[in-house]
């Protein structure tokens, strides 16, 4: 037994001091991050590590990927105690844990969740070795395949001891709970071959354990470790709010986005320990899937590897000498952080809450900001967003010239507010296609005898491009102005026919003193319908509505649309839908920027062409455009309309005025 005892004691003083060194630079790498404030909304934190963590959700959305990994991890969990027992059992054979090791159902647990375990690792291996999906492009396999051993290995050599002791009747617990043991036990005699084998499994068993927590933290399956803490500490808020930088702090307190590793936040290096190479998010993102350099998971890994690099010399102060160099194009390359279309796929899917887009958003603002960097067909745009206050860079003189005629009511300084201000948008002020939607939701309003009016010419820019595009500077200050322009007039609530606007202005306004109900203008429509203000006909055919990322991803508005399209046609879904839609191509900016690769537009006209409908609905100005420019490419035969359009032409009267 004291040698027992010895040898477990050096074997934990080994693994637990390779784990305690590596955990400790961890720690430090973490700490060493900028702030980020994720300390407050604890409830909904302790949910998310309920639901997502414990219940395992997101995984679960891939039903056969996820029962794989939910049965590893709950096995795992059920198991814990199992580890205290077999140490106890290694050092004295006759020993176990006080009344739990005595318990038939949790020796029945053990055995059912042991199996499950193996079900689940061998659904690993035939996914890995013989489905081989794409998402594994780049991933570190064969680390993956040691991991999955030692997970075998940790459970055969367990119920392999429990077989040995039930046949040498050393089993606490009656033998009839435990099936699969008491199966197994017929392998063995009652004899000295299985004593020996009874101490080489419980050993194995204790040694693999101890093993494979010394490896974990020096492997990418560090994420059993990481990845809950991550959860807890993931964004509770609106998902297409970005956090704002501070340029009213010590100037050495102040961040301009990510340049190099010493600027990422805490939870981005935390981040960066938690990914799993899952793929998940590859495998949805539009620029991935259309053949361009932006893969999140593959940028992820890269940010981790120079996290690791130059992570100790930063946390050892290296002499003051050490220089960190650039993320970009250290990391990654510029190519990949313009790539992305900021439709936040890669964040629903991921399943331990990796950010991805806040991590492309700050290498952008300081791209932008400290190097002056970015695509040069962006220049215009933002020259314009700058000088003329939309990105179109038409005067503001035109930007309610289409409202004059519906006879729409301009707000003047010192007006009465209207009970509703319609935030019209750059793009339906001055696009042509996307202003449809404008006059169609101008006629329905009125038709339904809302009190409404615009802001026309003191209506600028959200900054939303600007700022999609790292320039914070220029968003703030347009951001400060609106919101200014909007308190001055007494404003309470506003409707938006713009997604881009709708989250600018629901969400991220806030963080500037405007606080407003923020109602997308499909919502509003639905009401009135549901109201019977409105009592449209049905009579459009097969419609198949595409959610734009802003609005149905990022703030979960995909119902009220839909309620539209059922209300004057006949809805066929697209195989991605709701929150799981894939992007038409114009966020992050990319509506001003040469798309390089495959188009995303044409993915998905693609995909709705396939449906067979006669029109694709949206619900936003730049889908309208992007996916009219993509169906028009392929030369298919499908109309690309505005869901206020359709419902405004089934009540039409014949004289283009809603009945
Ligand atoms: S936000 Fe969209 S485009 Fe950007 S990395 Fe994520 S999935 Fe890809
Ligand atoms: S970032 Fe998330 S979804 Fe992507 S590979 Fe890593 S864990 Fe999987």
Redesign the pocket.
Known sequence: MAVGALALATALAVCGGLFARRAKLLVDLVRLGRPAERFDDVPRRARNEAVIVLGQRKLLQRVGPGLMHAFIFWGFLVLLPTILMAMIGAVDRDATLPWLGHQGWFALLVDVFAVLVLVGVLAAVVIRKLQRPARFQGSHLGEADLILALIAGIVTTLLLWHATRIALGLNEWPAGWSPVSDLLSGLFGDDSVTEVLERVFVWAHVLIILSFLAYLPYSKHLHIFTAPVNVFFARTGAGGRLEPLRFDVPEEEMRFGAGTVPDLTWKQTLDTFSCTECGR?QD?????TTGKE???KL?IMALRDQVFEEGPKLVRGADGEFEPAPLVPGAVTDNVVW?????????R?CPVSIE??DH?LDLRRHLVMMDSRFPSEAEPMLRDVERASNPWGKPQTERAEWAERLGVRVLEPGDPAPAVLYWVGCAASFDERARTAAESTARLLKAADVDFAILGPRESCTGDPARRMGNEYVFQAYAEQNVSTLNEAGVTTIVTSCPHCFNTIGNEYPDFGGKYEVLHHSELLARLVRDERLQPKAGNGAITYHDS?YLARHNDVAADPRELVAAVGEPIEMERSGKRTF?CGA??AHMWMEERGGKINEERAREAAETGAETLAVACPFCTVMLDDGVRQRGDDMRVVDVSTLLAESLDDGDGRPA
């Open positions: 998010c949805v993102c539009p620029a991935w932006l893969s999140p940028l790539d992305c279309v900021t439709c936040g796929a890669c964040v899917e991805h887009v492309i990322c992007c966020g992050g």
